[in-house]
Each structure stands twice: as C-alpha cells, then as structure tokens.
C-alpha cells in the first residue's frame, strides 16, 4: 500500500485514495462486508460505539477522520477544532476498527474542484437556517467518502439527528448502494449528549451543560402527557436562559422523518434543541 502506516497489530493507516481502494478491494477479495464511520477525529466513546455497531453490521470496518472545511462558516471553529490523530487511533484499535483514513484537504478539495452537493428537504430548517452552508458541506464530503470507500453499511450517531436524516435522504433519493444506520446517543452519566465539542466548555459550564437534556425531558413528558405543547417548549428556552445559556437557537417539536412541522399525518415526532453555553454551541434531540 502507498502512505500506509501501521498503528497497532489490527489497525492501518491510510493516506491516499488509491492505498485506500487497495485495502477495501483486499477486503472485497475476501469476501468481507465493509462498514464505515466517518468522523471528523477528537474521538470519544459515541464515536466508538458507532465503530462497534459497525462492527456487529459487518465484517471490517474502516473510520475516517477528516475536519470538513466546506461545512464550516468563517466565524465557526474549523481552525480551534481540536485534532488528536495519534490517539484517536489509539482508541479505534482497541474497538475492532480495520482500517483508518485519514485524507489531506488537497485531496478531498484539490485546486480544480468545481462540484457540490445541495440538499433541500430536511437539510432546510433548523440547521440549515442558523448555517446555511453546513448540510451542503456534509453532503459533498459524505458522497466523496462513499464513493472513495464503497461501503456495505455506514453508521452515523443520533445526536447529529438532522444529519442523519440528511444522509439518509440522499442516499434514497441517489440511489447510492450504501445502508445508512442511524446508532442512538451516547450520553455521559448526567444525560448531557458526548461531543467533541464538549471539551470547549469550562468547568462551570459542564456542569449547566446537562440542563439541556434536563429540559428537553421535561418536554418530552409534557407532550407524551397530552399537554401544550407551545407553551412547554417556550418554558423549555426560558429555563435555558435562566440557567445561563443563550442565545437558544430553537427548541422545536418535529416530524421526526421530514423534521417540517409536525401534521395530523405525522408518524413520529422528535424535540431538538440548540443552544449556546458561553462559547460553545451545544445540540441534543430526543424521540418523543
């Protein structure tokens, strides 16, 4: 293989595209089913469970780790990101991962690139009003990443549920020949959602950060419950803000497919919420 480094007995490292498709071609050779989790590194143990599920689905398994410049507006954190290749691979050996790609940004978007993806549908509320460039941005990545790594299967977290249903869209309505696994959310011990993210927030902040799920329980119940729905969820953002986050981007009932308002037709409904806590905006979602 070209660029291929060795991490440990069972996991590799590679660079290029074409040490890529000789490691998956191999696989193919063997007759393996191939998995995939692309990531954008500063793994933690969501990320991990995604590898596991994989894991389960199929016989290898390969993880990417690239930070995506085309879903980060200029005043976002692409350049603070926190990037930790070494021990990210450390982590990915110790769960059964296969093979770990780590493309440069010239490779992904070389000097001549002219082409994007664009998603309509569930990419347009929500996220896609607060960063109208994101889902764009996670589109033209995760196509290129299907069609660089071929997968069976490819396992992405719910706590990006919007994403999810993004990609889930797509690949229907394109036909690709990849089954796109949503894996529920990993939380820590006091229900605040596992994120990279997460290692932005001060010590004080962590500790309000789990009133994000506090709320978007207590909502959840009040729907279940046949209450008012309007004014639980406005009751929901003033507690936010009280507890001291702010600006609450939304906190909003939806379809939980479509994620338009909900309709008398609606299957399942899902409550998300974004919000900042000092500098770091934090996101969470639940079923309901």
């Known amino acids: 293989m070209l660029n291929a480094d060795p991490i440990s007995d069972t996991v590799t490292r590679v660079r ?8 998956v071609r191999a696989f193919r050779a063997k007759g393996l089913s191939v998995g995939f989790v692309p990531t954008m590194g500063a793994l933690h143990a969501g990320h991990l469970a995604l590898v596991q599920h994989a894991k389960s689905l199929c016989d290898v398994v390969v993880v990417s780790i690239f930070v995506n410049p085309k879903q980060f507006a200029p005043h976002e954190d692409f350049g603070r990101y926190p990037r930790q290749e070494d021990a990210d691979a450390a982590l990915l050996a110790t769960v059964g991962c296969d093979l770990v790609y780590l493309p440069e940004a010239d490779l992904m978007y070389p000097s001549v690139f002219a082409s994007l993806v664009h998603v309509e549908g569930p990419a347009r509320p929500l996220e896609g ?18 069609n660089q790594v071929q997968p069976d299967v490819a396992v992405f977290g719910e706590k990006d549920y919007q994403q999810l249903q993004v990609v889930k869209t797509f690949v229907r309505d394109l036909d690709l020949p990849v089954k796109v696994v949503g894996l529920p959310t990993v939380r820590e011990a006091d229900g605040l959602a596992l994120s990279s993210r997460n290692a932005y927030l001060s010590a004080e902040e962590r500790q309000t950060a789990a009133r994000l799920i506090v709320e978007l329980n207590a909502v959840a119940e009040t729907v279940r419950n046949g209450g008012d729905r309007d004014v639980a969820l406005q009751t929901a953002t003033d507690n936010l803000l009280t507890a001291g986050f702010g600006p609450v981007d939304y906190v909003t009932l939806r379809d939980a497919d479509t994620l338009s308002e909900p309709g008398p037709d609606t299957r399942a409904l899902r409550l998300l919420a974004a919000a900042w806590l000092g500098k770091t905006r934090l996101i969470d979602n639940i079923a309901v």
């Open 129 to 146: 009003e607060f960063r109208p460039q994101f889902f764009d941005g996670v589109a033209t990545v995760v196509m290129k990443l299907f």
């Open 16 to 23: 290029d595209l074409t040490a890529l498709r000789a490691a």
